[in-house]
Nanobody, 127 residues
Framework: QVQLEESGGGLVQPGGSLRLSCAAS????????MGWFRQAPGKERAFVAA????????TYTNSVKGRFTISRDNAKITVNLEMNNLKPEDTAVYYC????????????????????WGQGTQVTVSS
C-alpha cells in the first residue's frame, strides 16, 4: 500500500520558520519526482515546490522563491520543505505528492501529474 505521510506543520508567527517532512512507503519513490502543494480555505490546491527523482532539479512557485527550499533523502525516502520568513498568506494545508511517471527529468507543477497524495498538514502563520 502506497503511503505518504506529512509532518511538521503548526502555528508560527510571521517571519518564523517551519520544516515539513514527508515520509514515503509502499513504492520505489527513489525514482519519482516529489512535490509540495497547498490549499487555503476556499481556494484550489496550488503548486508550491517540486524536486526531480535525482534531486538535481527543483522548481518553485514565484511567491516562495528565496524563502522555501525543497530537498529529498532517497536513503530515507523522505522529502522536506524548509520554509523561512513565513507570511500570513502562506497559511494553508500543505500536501506531499508523488509523480505518476518515473524518472521525469524536470519535476511538474501540475496537480494532474501527481498520482499519490498525503493527508496534509496544517500551516498557520499568524501573530
Amino acid at each position: 500500500q502506497v503511503q505518504l505521510e506529512e509532518s511538521g506543520g503548526g502555528l508560527v508567527q510571521p517571519g518564523g520558520s517551519l520544516r515539513l517532512s514527508c515520509a514515503a512507503s509502499g513504492r520505489t519513490f527513489r525514482t519519482y519526482a516529489m512535490g509540495w502543494f497547498r490549499q487555503a480555505p476556499g481556494k484550489e490546491r496550488a503548486f508550491v515546490a517540486a524536486i526531480s527523482w535525482s534531486g538535481d532539479n527543483t522548481t518553485y512557485t514565484n511567491s516562495v522563491k528565496g524563502r522555501f527550499t525543497i530537498s529529498r533523502d532517497n536513503a530515507k525516502i523522505t522529502v522536506n520543505l524548509e520554509m523561512n520568513n513565513l507570511k500570513p498568506e502562506d497559511t494553508a494545508v500543505y500536501y506531499c505528492a508523488a509523480d505518476s511517471a518515473p524518472r521525469r527529468r524536470y519535476p511538474s507543477q501540475w496537480v494532474r501529474e501527481y498520482e499519490y497524495w498525503g493527508q496534509g498538514t496544517q500551516v498557520t502563520v499568524s501573530s
